[in-house]
T-cell receptor, first 114, second 110 residues
Framework: SQTIHQWPATLVQPVGSPLSLECTVEGTSNPNLYWYRQAAGRGLQLLFYSVGIGQISSEVPQNLSASRPQDRQFILSSKKLLLSDSGFYLC?????????????FGSGTQLSVL | GQNIDQPTEMTATEGAIVQINCTYQTSGFNGLFWYQQHAGEAPTFLSYNVLDGLEEKGRFSSFLSRSKGYSYLLLKELQMKDSASYLCAVLYSSASKIIFGSGTRLSIRP
């Protein structure tokens, strides 16, 4: 069966520090991968998505970047965090077939930038 | 643009029925998801509609009209545990992009 791992669950970082959030998927190959951010009480904002190794699409210009060094690994990074980067970060994957689709989420990372 | 619109908040009574609407821009549309999310947790999958019509899964049903760019989630026999946010999301096939609406916060009163 397929599983998605995302860590850490919570993170407190000072302004100006770097960030690296990692997400890995098991039990499937060539998944579509997604990073979302959710501010408190708000909806999910699509940050990045990837349909293959090294292929990254950015949705919103911001202080973040993403990489996909391996088929089932998706990394979200920042060189210098801003206060506005605080939020609930969710990694997700889908099969990408377009039929009988389902988006599977990791358990999320609550990031607080102080 | 790919605006997805749904009401911000709704309130309903335990045991009743509630319908949560979602409208979206139809260009590039491939399918529509509904997710449930409790505070502090990841969203959980409810449904994915590709074809027009109503799909029923127990107390929850989802409807889609592709030509009108419209969907709704119908919750029957409401329970207190149904208090949550309900998220509408659209898969745009041209780029495998999945965009979420802002979510509808549903409160159930006894």
């Amino acid at each position: 069966s397929q599983t998605i791992h995302q860590w850490p669950a919570t993170l407190v970082q000072p302004v100006g520090s770097p960030l690296s959030l990692e997400c890995t998927v098991e039990g499937t190959s060539n998944p579509n991968l997604y990073w979302y951010r959710q501010a408190a009480g708000r909806g999910l904002q699509l940050l990045f998505y990837s349909v293959g190794i090294g292929q990254i699409s950015s949705e919103v210009p911001q202080n973040l970047s993403a990489s996909r060094p391996q088929d089932r690994q998706f990394i979200l990074s920042s060189k210098k965090l801003l206060l506005s980067d605080s939020g609930f970060y969710l990694c997700a994957w889908s099969s990408g077939t377009g039929y009988n689709e389902k988006l599977f989420f990791g358990s999320g990372t609550q990031l607080s930038v102080l | 643009g790919q605006n997805i619109d749904q009401p911000t908040e709704m309130t309903a009574t335990e045991g009743a029925i509630v319908q949560i609407n979602c409208t979206y821009q139809t260009s590039g549309f491939n399918g529509l998801f509904w997710y449930q999310q409790h505070a502090g947790e990841a969203p959980t999958f409810l449904s994915y509609n590709v074809l027009d019509g109503l799909e029923e899964k127990g107390r929850f049903s989802s409807f889609l009209s592709r030509s009108k760019g419209y969907s709704y989630l119908l919750l029957k026999e409401l329970q207190m545990k149904d208090s949550a946010s309900y998220l509408c999301a659209v898969l745009y096939s041209s780029a495998s992009k999945i965009i979420f609406g802002s979510g509808t916060r549903l409160s159930i009163r006894p």
